[in-house]
């Protein structure tokens, strides 16, 4: 089994568990007053995207998104802590 250690840095605060699919890594966090979607590099760890879907969240105890984005083909579907519903691109978000 190969295990790899990847690090990232300034993708956010949250509890979000990441989706590996098509070499990305993609996960969900909070940045300042927004939450955002973000995609990795799987070999490098370096941010190959990220699109903003609201602002920060309104109800539990505001500490970061939850949500495992989830892939179907080439579309990315997430929901934010407020309720707010994405389809992204997975190249582009």
Known sequence: MDARI???????GGYSTPSVAKG?????????ENETVWAL???????LWETNIGQKGKVGYNEG?????????DSLYVVGVSGDIAALNINTG
Request: charged share 30%; hydrophobic share 30%; proline share 3%.
């Open 6 to 12: 990847l690090a990232a840095a300034d993708i956010g």
């Open 41 to 47: 590099d799987e070999k490098n760890g370096k941010k």
């Open 65 to 73: 998104s939850r949500c495992t984005p989830t892939v179907d083909g």
């Open 24 to 32: 990305k890594v993609f996960g969900m966090s909070y940045q300042g």
